[in-house]
C-alpha cells in the first residue's frame, strides 16, 4: 500500500545543518539570525561525517532533511549521507548545481520573479541561475517564498516553473524584526 509506504519515509525525519557557509545573505534566513549566526568550529573530515551518518541511520533516521546555511556547497558530505539514506531533501538557494549523484529531493528556496526583488531580498539576482541549473531535473522543485514585495511576480515565476519543468510550491514569509 503507497500510504504505509509513504508513513514509513516519514516516520524518523531528522535535519542537518551540514556547513556554516553560504553565498548569500537572505531576509528572514533564521541561519544567520540571533545565536544560530555565532559560528562554531565547523567538521571538515569527510570521514567523521560518514561516520556520523553511519550511526544515524543505525539510530533509525528515515529521511534526512540537510538545509542551511546552503548544503550544495559542500556536496561530498550529501553524497555520503546518501549511502546511509535512502531518502532526503536538500533546501537550497538554487545558484549551485548538485551533482546527479546526489539522489535527493531538491527544494529551491525562490523569493523575486524580478532582479530587483531578488536582490532586495538575497542580496543578489539569483532566481534566473536557479532555473538554468535545474532546468528538467526531476529532483527539484521550487519553494516561492510569498510576501507583500513579490505577489506581483506568482504569475511570472509559475510561468517559469512550467517552461522550465519544475514543480512549485508556496511559503508565506513573515520579516524578522
Known sequence: NNAKRIVRVFRKPA?????????????????????????????DSLEVWEDFFAAEAKRGVS???FVGAE???EQERLIAASRHFQY??????????????????VAISMWGGDDDTDRK????????????????????????????????????????CRDNGLPLTFNLYSPTV
Open 15 to 43: 535535519f542537518y545543518e551540514i556547513t556554516q557557509r553560504c553565498n548569500l545573505k537572505c531576509e528572514g534566513c533564521y541561519y544567520f539570525e540571533g545565536s544560530l549566526g555565532v559560528p562554531v568550529q565547523e567538521q
Open 63 to 65: 529521511i534526512a532533511y
Open 71 to 73: 548544503p550544495a556547497l
Open 88 to 105: 532526503g531533501n536538500i533546501g537550497t538557494n538554487g545558484t549551485v548545481k548538485l551533482d546527479p549523484a546526489i539522489p535527493y529531493r
Open 121 to 160: 531580498m538575497r542580496g543578489a539576482s539569483v532566481f534566473k541561475k536557479a532555473f538554468k541549473n535545474y532546468r528538467g531535473d526531476p529532483r527539484a522543485l521550487v519553494y516561492y517564498t510569498l510576501s507583500r514585495w513579490n505577489l506581483g511576480s506568482v504569475r511570472t515565476i509559475a510561468e517559469m
